[in-house]
């Protein structure tokens, strides 16, 4: 199909070295896609992670902090559960898998107002392989004011990276130990306002092929910078622009499928879908500023099944278009068909 081609002549003219950000491409027909769970009008989905079973975490930032299970995303009628509310804080963030089956996720208190209070910031595990998985604390970080995108590093996965989009910066966290410091802090992480206001900065990160990827939505703009296996910068590097897509914000997004260098990123109240190119060029493949398909979009996952291995599962915060308001949900955006 048309798309298909489009995505193979920009795979074919990209060099990997050099980004170059000048074109942006709308799809004419909506990609396959169905709705997985619906959550009430004031539930916020914040991140998404997927078991090795298949079933989907979801965490949430409003009205409180909890996760929820998705299990069987794939049937007819999915069931939703949820696991654990922390009581001490308002939201969680971010969410990553550091070993089989074991998750790190982040939380803090937070208001769409005045975003994230210091002071207030915890990093916690979950283990599923355990009879009665509870959360367990695994450290404060009391200088933290908004955690955000959680990244393990795939060499040594019980180091996770994490985005703090006010302060502009990555903290490091063994979580086992629960040592932690800042392992980088860049221009190209900040958000202009040098953590005075509610702008966000860093915000979705993922680890691709030994470098560091992150989006600045106050730039909205996506980086890359070499690490080394402990989640360090490689000495001297630089961060890279690797893409500036025509949209208003740049929230979560995933490479794939597999080890696919296509980035999927999502736009938040843009309401819109993109895949982004290794060249830097980008398209729209879900939603539009009229659509509720992808509306405040806020994270994005391929599935874990050899039945939705091509599935991107995104989630989204409420959104009202023309009076109409939903609550947050799982989408599932069926890639099969191109890729």
Known sequence: MMLARYFAFCLLQSSGTTAHLTRHTNTSAPLPNHLVAQFADDVWLENIAIRSNGNLLLTTLQPNASLYEVSKPMSKYPTISRLLTIDTISGLTGITETAQDVFIFTGANFSMVTGGTQGTTGVWKIDFGQSHPEPKLVTYLPESLLPNGVAAVPQNKSIVLIADAQLGLVWRVDSITGEYDVVAKLKDMGNLANGSTFVLGIDGMRIHKGNLYWTNNALTSLYELPITRTGSPVPGAEAKL???????????????????????????FYNELLAVMPNGDSMTVAGGADSFEVATATACRFGRTRWDATTLYVTTGPAEINGVTKGGKVQAINLSGFI
Not at 242 to 267: H, Q, R
């Open 242 to 268: 690797v893409a500036k897509p025509p949209v208003a914000a740049t929230d979560d997004f995933i490479f794939g499928p597999g080890n696919s260098d296509i980035a999927w990123l999502t736009t938040n």
